[in-house]
């Protein structure tokens, strides 16, 4: 507010957008616990993490580090943490908020940020983001610095989950490319597209675009009521891609696209 008083300029992209990020990643200003009540000497790191550093200079504000599953961990103690306390989806608190990143879904789905960071080993951004109505995204391992993570890997991603993809593209132009404190992100020098993600990220036809149906896992014989519910929910998607002209390749409840290929290299 005060550079914007001085200046009558925006800081930058995300001039007060206000986020939440999971405490996996190091915050200068809040502690980071990776959700685990230890006694650590000292939880507060000397500085923040390189995609948090990017998402303020861009005039991100980090409001608050989101619970997490303890040191990451999926399954059932992915909805809780000895420092954060149970996890619950903020849309009913009886379901699960989804995986380790599942504070970072909730803080959007309650509308307590605008958007939120996660880490996405297996499922945990597009789980919370599903589970919270809203869009994750897990970019490839090379874009996104993992400088500043615990539990940093090669195949851990920063995620950003949001209410709109528009949102989520925003956000993943500001921080993703080169750090050289990350020797993997050095395999996305050159391979960024020319425009800006959130250029892409417009409402419109479909036409010309392919659209494959994987039906594996589209079985209601195999899941739940709930499943069930998801699927019809999917179902009436695809014929809203379609009427927006999109080509669906869909092989029909029961079939399945992958299957003669499994059958064949397995």
Known sequence: DAYFARTGKLVGPLHGVVMAIK??????????????????ANDRPPDDATFVKRL?????????????????????????????????NAYDTERDPGASSGGSGNSVGANLGTCAMGEETGTSVREPAKNAS?????????????????????????????????????????YAGYDPKDELTAFSVGRKPEQSYASFARG?????????????????????????ESITIIERAIEDLRALGATIIDPGPGGALFQDAFNRYT
């Open 134 to 174: 809203s869009v994750g995204l897990a970019p490839t391992r090379e874009l996104v610095s993992a400088d500043g993570m615990m539990q940093r890997g090669i195949t851990t991603r920063v995620g950003p989950i949001c209410r709109t993809v528009r949102d989520v593209a925003k956000v993943l132009d500001v």
């Open 23 to 40: 405490d996996q990643y190091d915050t200068y200003d809040m502690r980071t616990t990776s959700g685990a009540d230890a006694f650590y």
């Open 204 to 228: 419109g036809r479909l036409d010309g675009i392919r659209i494959g149906v994987v039906r594996e896992y589209m079985n209601r014989e195999l899941f739940t009521v709930a499943d069930s």
């Open 56 to 88: 303020r200079e861009a005039g991100a504000i980090m409001l608050a580090k989101a619970n997490m599953g303890e040191y990451a961990a999926g399954g059932i103690p992915g909805t809780r943490s000895t420092f954060g306390g149970v996890n619950c």
